[in-house]
């Protein structure tokens, strides 16, 4: 079945560490893959996209994730977290199918400790 | 002007009540979508307007009546909602409804409804 999956439902980490949020996904093709925040109540802003090319791309804020095919893993990463970044993060694909259908992960809450 | 206007942010309705929430974006994009997010869940895709028709309808209830009056413009009208419909309403656009023209995805804050 095609799904997207964020196996980590909460992360801790202390401000000034390194961030890892997984992302997987089961789709039969490469879709376009995508990483948004969320603060609470609030809308989603996009932190970065993949649809071809170099593996590795950078975003805002500092963010970067790497495109694995092997793996089917979307990861995103950030060499050293601040407080402000504390929020939901979601992992996102377009199944490239014509219309943009964002199908969503189920959401990492990212906890920053002092 | 980046950004997808939603009004009214709060809401509070009864099962009977009728009420609509609109969105507004002035970016020239030609595709305008409605995700239902419930609290600690991911948004899930409602409806995509593609040059304001109606293109996909992920089988909404009937209680949920999309409409996009013109280019700039979408309304969700809801009428004889039950509380299960409770959510945030995050309205969202895009330049252009499919590929890589639609690449980024401009959210709005969206409307916190509550039904009674």
């Known amino acids: 079945a095609q799904s997207v999956t964020q196996p980590d439902i909460h992360i801790t980490v202390s401000e000034g560490a390194s961030l890892e949020l997984r992302c997987n996904y089961s789709?039969?093709?490469?879709?376009?893959l995508f990483w948004y925040v969320q603060s609470p109540g609030q809308g989603l802003q996009l932190l970065l996209k993949y649809f071809s090319g170099d593996t590795l791309v950078q975003g805002i804020k500092g963010f970067e994730a790497e495109f694995k095919r092997s793996q089917s893993s979307f990861n995103l990463r950030k060499p050293s977290v601040h407080w402000s970044d504390a929020a939901e993060y979601f992992c996102?694909?377009?199944?490239?199918?014509?219309?943009?259908?964002?199908?969503f992960g189920t959401g990492t809450r990212l906890l920053v400790s002092p | 002007d980046t950004e997808v206007t939603q009004t009214p942010k709060h809401l509070v309705m009864g099962m009977t009540n009728k009420k609509s929430l609109k969105c507004e974006q002035h970016?020239?994009?030609?595709?305008m979508y409605w995700y239902k997010q419930k609290a600690k869940k991911p948004p899930e895709l409602m409806f995509v307007?593609?040059?304001?028709?109606?293109?996909i309808n992920e089988s909404v209830p009937s209680r949920f009546s999309p409409e996009c009056p013109n280019s700039s413009l979408l309304n969700l009208h809801l009428h004889a909602l039950q509380p299960e419909d409770s959510a945030l309403y995050l309205c969202?656009?895009?330049?252009?409804?499919?590929?890589?023209?639609?690449?980024?995805?401009?959210f709005g804050s969206g409307t916190q409804l509550s039904v009674l």
């Open positions: 969202a656009s895009s330049l252009e409804p499919g590929g890589q023209g639609a690449e980024k995805l401009f």
């Open positions: 307007y593609s040059y304001e028709k109606l293109s």
């Open positions: 789709y039969g093709a490469t879709p376009y």
């Open positions: 970016m020239g994009h030609r595709a």
């Open positions: 996102a694909v377009d199944p490239n199918t014509g219309f943009q259908k964002l199908v």
